[in-house]
Nanobody
Framework: QVQLVESGGGLVQAGGSLRLSCAASGRTFSSCAMGWFRQAPGKEREFVAGINRGGGSTYYADSVKGRFTIARDNAKNTVFLQMNSLKPEDTAVYYC???????????????????WGQGTQVTVSS
């Protein structure tokens, strides 16, 4: 069992930055690929960024590529999402997710993820 708790959301002006954190409980964090997803009002939840178990591979949605960076610290059971050059269209609830796996892949599909956090609100004003 893995429990995930996100933090770091808030209100920021367009062009600003935020850093989201996701703290994981349990001893299996290093066995999990991790991902960030988001859901805007009236829209489906979508993939934002993913990172593999060791942290050596990452993948981003086209909409955030070059602006967002995902990273993990396995010693601290934490995954981060650094968000720069924020736009109003980045406004959403951001969710952290964990996929318990023996593979070294990065997962994009929500179906691959076993555990989810409760989400943190990010609001970007224009």
């Amino acid at each position: 069992q893995v429990q995930l708790v996100e933090s770091g959301g808030g209100l920021v002006q367009a062009g600003g930055s935020l850093r989201l954190s996701c703290a994981a409980s349990g001893r299996t964090f290093s066995s999990c690929a991790m991902g960030w997803f988001r859901q805007a009002p009236g829209k489906e939840r979508e993939f934002v960024a993913g990172i593999n178990r060791g942290g050596g591979s990452t993948y981003y949605a086209d909409s955030v590529k070059g602006r967002f960076t995902i990273a993990r610290d396995n010693a601290k059971n934490t995954v981060f999402l650094q968000m720069n050059s924020l736009k109003p269209e980045d406004t959403a609830v951001y969710y952290c997710a964990a996929a318990l796996t023996q593979r070294t892949a990065v997962f994009v599909s929500q179906r691959n993820y076993d555990y989810w956090g409760q989400g943190t609100q990010v609001t970007v004003s224009s």
